[in-house]
T-cell receptor, first 112, second 115 residues
C-alpha cells in the first residue's frame, strides 16, 4: 500500500528564506506526483505536476523535483514571502490507478 | 470559467438525516472524485468516477453513495448521517488520457457537521 509522508508537519521561517519542502513515498511505481497549496478554509490548488518520466517542473519561484528510485520529491520555494503561508500537500498517482494518495501536508508560516 | 463548483458550503445535519452534496465541473473532465478531509488526517478518497455511468469505491466509501449520469455532475449522497461523517468534503476533477494526465482541480469544499 502506497504511503506518502511529509516531514515536518509545520515550519515557521522569516521572510526571504529559500525553502525546501520534502515528500517521500513508499512505492516508486507512480504515474505522476503533484504539489498542492491549501489556504485556510479553502480547497486545494495544484501548483506543479511532475510526470513519472520527468525530473523537475518549475513555475515562477517554485521548483519541484522528483527522484522515483529513492521515493522522494522536493518543493523548492525561492525568496519566501508572507503570502506563501499555507499548507502544502503532495500527492502521488499510483501506476495503473486513477486514485491519488495524499500526504498529510506541511503547514508553512512565513513571518514578515 | 467556473471550474469545480460545490454546494452547499456549510451544512448541519441531525443524526439519521440524509442529504446530497452537489458537484459540477465545466472543464469537460472525464475523472471526478470525492474526498473528505479530517484535521491532521489528510485527504481520504470516498468515491471516484472515470466517466458518465461509471463509479467506483475509494478508501472510505461506507455510508455514502454516488452517481454520474452526466460528464458535468457528480453528486455525493449521505443516507443516514452519523457523527463520524462530520468532515470537510471536497469534489475534484481531472482530465486523464492514455499516457498523460492533467492537474487535479478542486472545489472550495463543503463543511458538514452531524450532531
Amino acid at each position: 500500500k502506497q504511503e506518502v509522508t511529509q516531514i515536518p508537519a509545520a515550519l515557521s521561517v522569516p521572510e526571504g528564506e529559500n525553502l525546501v519542502l520534502n515528500c517521500s513515498f513508499t512505492d516508486s511505481a507512480i504515474y505522476n506526483l503533484q504539489w498542492f497549496r491549501q489556504d485556510p478554509g479553502k480547497g486545494l490548488t495544484s501548483l506543479l505536476l511532475i510526470q513519472s518520466s520527468q525530473r523537475e517542473q518549475t513555475s515562477g519561484r517554485l521548483n519541484a523535483s522528483l527522484d522515483k528510485s529513492s521515493g522522494r520529491s522536493t518543493l523548492y520555494i525561492a525568496a519566501s514571502q508572507p503570502g506563501d503561508s499555507a499548507t502544502y500537500l503532495c500527492a502521488v498517482a499510483q501506476g495503473g490507478s486513477e486514485k491519488l494518495v495524499f500526504g498529510k501536508g506541511m503547514k508553512l508560516t512565513v513571518n514578515p | 470559467n467556473a471550474g469545480v463548483t460545490q454546494t452547499p458550503k456549510f451544512r448541519i445535519l441531525k443524526i439519521g438525516q440524509s442529504m446530497t452534496l452537489q458537484c459540477t465541473q465545466d472543464m469537460n473532465h472525464n475523472y471526478m472524485y470525492w474526498y473528505r478531509q479530517d484535521p491532521g488526517m489528510g485527504l481520504k478518497l470516498i468515491y471516484y468516477s472515470v466517466g458518465a455511468g461509471i463509479t467506483d469505491k475509494g478508501e472510505v466509501p461506507n455510508g455514502y453513495n454516488v452517481s454520474r449520469s452526466t460528464t458535468e455532475d457528480f453528486p455525493l449522497r449521505l443516507e443516514l448521517a452519523a457523527p463520524s461523517q462530520t468532515s470537510v468534503y471536497f469534489c475534484a476533477s481531472s482530465l486523464i488520457q492514455r499516457y498523460s494526465s492533467e492537474r487535479l482541480f478542486f472545489g472550495s469544499g463543503t463543511q458538514l457537521s452531524v450532531l
